[in-house]
């Protein structure tokens, strides 16, 4: 331990114990137990006899005192010329440089009171400070003969003179800025006639003249600092309140005050100072602001700016995005680009990347060798080496292949008279490396076995006295296609092609993005069966800064999830009660506890998250969405959390109020812990957790149910009108002039006892009391029928639009009545809006809501049940029916328009048709083509539709001509629409070319080694076409 006094360039002593030394010596010295040892030190500079050497600082100028070293005098050794001691240059034993007596302001309460002359025609003061602080008084002084003063003061870190007197404007100057810096700062202020000015670090700031005051006189007294109180009869006045910082070499009137006499008692008075020594601390040195947060203090804290960090928090300790695209699936996100921060709270940075939301959470990120790359001319003396730059770094890389369950990349490999290894000797001729920079020589498909392919694999080689396509050495294209898939070697940082140099010798290869699925942690988890149950785990180490997070479900009341324990120190989180969570520690000052109460019971055997955070600021506790609870820490006490025991978990070490349920996704500072591989070996604690519906069944819509699986859940979307991991994205279908879609319940009566389809509970003799119909829509055709649905009984329900623009639904349940009318005509309905509609019958009495606002209950006359229903009809009618006037005319035009999310109880028959999982009774007619029901009015939804094709649909498809009485004069519109369409894609296609080619420009001119043409893939593929061999493993990945 070195202690050193050192008069810095401020003048001022300061005393510090500090590994940075400075002398110029040599010293030799015994150490403890008596073994000799030697120690080279230099004060004061660096001295390099015999080199040139240049240091980035200047040695040292001014004076040490107090300089020991393991309680040796230094100093003292130095006067006494002991050998150990080498001193060069000016060194002598005396301080000549002059002394300054700063002085602390230690709390807003403080002030120093001197006296001054009163009377005096001019106020004048000089003095230097330091402070953290964005606000404070520095000087009052009060105006003799008339009422006022003068207030010199700090406000938003700016210097700021006001003079002030009754009856007459304020003079106010502003000058300087940032001066809250914890520097010293010179002030130099003058008040007289005519004139007001200050100088702030010699940068001189006044009013002009006519601004100034009439005339002033000095008051008795000057206040630093702060004023004192009321029953003292002061008429000081603090409106920014106190002075928290040093102050030194004070001047009134060009006089210096003497700050010991202050100190004597003999000068002045003064409350809560400390005199002869500058107390500020710098509570940013060391900062502890993490992931780049800006700090910042005040005299009693410091501050973190988080801003633009990705983090957030008291310390900017905890990320703001997810950890893995699983987590952000279960929080009901779609596919997309998210940021992931893959070590959470830990030090590397989040970043960019793409989330396929299957079933299963896919994450995609890319690479710069996504193009088809061909390779010729190369030899092992001449290789071709391609690299691949991810849009993450690579140990960002391998924190997210490690948190995933599975992880593959597709390489493509074609080969022509090119091999992957000599067979005669088994040396290599092409490879890739991976993340461990070890060569690879197993492809696409392959084990981790060397030199094989999967062909080999399989058996089906080419040759099969080879292991690979390539190694047939065949003057005709092949390839070794695959996907590798073991962790440990991804991502794929670099391919090496030697064999291109003979005649007609050629390769080419392709490397897809890196895909992972799944997160490992997320699912993580163990069910703890008796209150004497609990795993346990080394020590945790937080000590300046910790955060623990996890998910639990129990139905017990109280139970202690994790623990750890110190001499003194401790961290426990427990279920205090069926509503309370509690976080309870102690860093040294005394036990601390901070809860979260909710007005439900965390006891529902529901899901629930439970986030602490203990760091130099505060401690903090959040469970779910509540108000999160915090905990201050003591600005100046214990700071390190010093555990020492094992880490117990869904226990104590006392074996008492253990927790009973399951814990999962435990994490400690972003580092997931094993819970399943731990519960494997540990009695009354089993791996794994069942439920997952119970809490993410609700992330399900639309009629979705929610199935179990080992590890998570996931969304059957088959009696859902909607697709998607959450059954959320709606299928939509633009309807041209003539089209429809049939849904047929059963083709003939007599067989529907016999039907075993999904449809069944429509079929034969049974009644349908009930029926849920839901749909969108949007046009601006009348009239149109949005759906039809028919009985062999020649009951019917129709939904038209009617000639005047109002919605109609129409209900016949007895062959021998007139329909039942419901009619909505308070607006026009095919005025080209979408618009949201559901019926929902029981026997007689019939629901109707309109765009969510428009409700409306009717009772049927009708009749109360539907019998042998037949058929549901979207679009035009094309068969002769037994219906009313309007609804055949509204069935003779069929609908133009878009229709969404068809639903009739458990049947879809847009999904059916479009996106088939199944064989179902549908038949299309006409042009119906997927689209999207949500874009803008008025736009063609032609131009926004993806083909889909019905050659693979079970059903037929109807080309008939449309009837002979259809309205026709649409027909000039929808040219015109088209033709507006067909222009606006030959734009973007012309803008997409010219980008395409800048692009191949580009690669091209960054190319080494390779000859990358234009079209390159294409002439490959059109080669690969005449010999008819290539089609396998390929993928192609869009965004």
Known sequence: MISIGILCSSSAWASRSTSPWTSTGTVSMPRENSITWILIMSFGGIPAPGKSVSFPHKNFHGCLENLYYNGVDIIDLAKRQKPQIIAKGNVSFSCSQPQSVPVTFLSSKS?????????????????????????????????????????????????????????????????????????????????????????????????????????????????????????????????????????????????????????????????????????????????????????????????????????????????????????????????????????????????????????????????????????????????????????????????????????????????????????????????????????????????????????????????????????????????????????????????????????????????????????????????????????????????????????FKTTASSGVFLENLGITDFIRIELRSPTVVTFSFDVGNGPFEISVRSPTRFNDNQWHHVRVERNMKEASIRVDQLSPKTQPAPADGHVLLQLNSQLFVGGTATRQRGFLGCIRSLQLNGVALDLEERAKVTPGVEPGCRGHCSSYGKLCLNGGQCREKPSGFSCDCTFSAYAGPFCSDEISAYFGSGSSVIYNFQENYSLSKNSSSHAASFHGDMKLSREMIKFSFRTTRTPSLLLYLSSFYKEYLSVIIAKNGSLQIRYKLNRYQEPDVVNFGFKNMADGQLHHMQINREEGVVFVEIDENARRQVHLSSGTEFSAVKSLVLGRILEHSDVDQETALAGAQGFQGCLSAVQLSHVAPLKAALRPSRPAPITVSGHVTESSCVAQAGTDATSRERTHSFADHSGTRDDREPLANAIKSDSAVIGGLIAVVIFILLCIAAIAVRIYQQKRLYKRNEAKRSENVDSAEAVLKSELNIQNAVSENQKEYFF
């Open 111 to 551: 002030y120093l009171a001197l006296p001054g002359s009163s009377g005096e025609e001019e106020i004048s003061a000089t003095f230097q400070f330091r402070t953290w602080n964005k606000a404070g008084l520095l000087l009052f002084s009060e105006l003799q003969l008339v009422s006022g003063g003068l207030l010199l003061f700090l406000n938003d870190g700016k210097l700021k003179l006001n003079l002030y007197q009754p009856g007459k404007l304020p003079s106010d100057i502003t000058a300087g800025a940032g001066l809250n810096d914890g520097q010293w700062h010179s002030i130099s202020l003058s008040a007289k006639r005519h004139h007001l000015s200050v100088v702030v670090d010699g940068q001189l700031t006044s009013v002009a003249p006519s601004l100034g005051p009439e005339q002033i006189y000095s008051g008795g007294t000057y206040y630093f600092g702060g004023c004192p109180g009321n029953s003292f009869g002061s008429k000081c006045k603090n409106p920014p309140g106190g002075f928290q910082g040093c102050m030194r070499l004070i001047s009134i009137s060009n006089k210096a005050v003497d700050l010991i006499s202050v100190q004597q008692g003999s000068l002045g008075n003064f409350s809560d100072l400390q005199i002869d020594s500058c107390g500020i601390t710098d509570r940013c040195l060391p900062n502890y602001c993490e992931h780049g947060g800006e700090c910042s203090q005040s005299w009693n804290t410091f501050h973190c700016n988080c801003a633009n960090t990705g983090y957030r928090g008291a310390t900017c300790h905890n990320s703001i995005y997810e950890q893995s695209c699983e987590a952000y699936k279960h929080r009901g996100n779609t596919s997309g680009f998210y940021y992931v921060d893959s070590d959470g709270s830990g030090p590397l940075e989040p970043f960019l990347l793409y989330c396929n939301m299957t079933e299963t959470a896919w994450t995609i990120i890319q690479h710069n060798g996504s193009d088809l790359t061909r390779v010729r001319n190369t030899n092992p003396d001449n290789p071709y080496a391609g690299f691949f730059e991810y849009t993450a770094s690579m140990e960002q890389l391998q924190a997210t292949i490690n948190h995933a369950e599975h992880c593959e990349q597709e390489l493509t490999y074609y080969c022509k008279k090119s091999r992957l290894v000599n067979k005669p000797d088994g040396t290599p001729l092409s490879w890739w490396v991976g993340r461990t920079n070890e060569t690879q020589t197993y492809w696409g498909g392959s084990l981790p076995d060397p030199q094989k392919c999967t062909c080999g694999l399989e058996g089906n080689c080419i040759d099969s006295q080879y292991y690979c396509n390539c190694d047939a050495d065949r003057n005709e294209w092949t390839n070794d296609t695959g996907f590798l898939s073991y962790k440990e070697h991804l991502p794929v940082t670099k391919i090496v092609i030697t064999d291109t140099g003979r005649p007609h010798s050629e390769a080419a290869y392709k490397l897809g993005p890196l895909l992972c699925r799944g997160d490992r942690s997320f699912w993580n988890s163990a069910s703890f069966n008796t209150e004497a149950s609990y795993l346990h785990f080394p020590t945790f180490h937080g000590e300046l800064s910790a955060d623990v997070s996890f998910f």
